[in-house]
């Protein structure tokens, strides 16, 4: 469960859990056990917790307990937005995947896409027979001005003198 505390003006910091101000240090102790905190700016209602957190790393910088080398604070302010943004683009690509995939566990949208792949592929085999049929009707004609045979069935009406 998430530990709600809210931030006063003063920069006090209200543990509304146990109902009494708590400072940084106590804070951070609760982080290293494992405990969730939400910081909320008291007037306003904005989350504040990453400035919270900020602050009991420079709080503890100050008193020379850092847990953070000075190579990984250089790289974090070297990376800002970069980094954010990175972050972002992969939780949209992999809740994008998550969510096709839930999608095409679905048995009749499974089933449905499956018969439009063979349904394109057929699709895609009738239109290669028509352009090899059209190819082989105006080959002929292109070579010796002759035309095509006609199919079959037009054939037949001429032989019993139906019109076309």
Known sequence: MVRLIKRYESRKLYDTEESRYVSLEELAG?????QEVQVV???TGADVTAQTLTQVILDEGRRGTAFLSSE???ELVRAGQRAVE??????HQKVDRFVQASIDRLGPVRRAREEMDRLRSRLEELESSLVRLEDERTRPAAR???R???PATRRARRKKGEPQ
Request: hydrophobic content about 40%; proline content about 4%.
């Open 86 to 91: 990175t972050g972002v683009e992969q939780v």
């Open 30 to 34: 609760w982080i290293r056990d494992g």
């Open 148 to 150: 095509a045979p006609a």
């Open 72 to 74: 990984l604070l250089h």
């Open 41 to 43: 700016d008291n007037a």
């Open 144 to 146: 010796g001005g002759q």
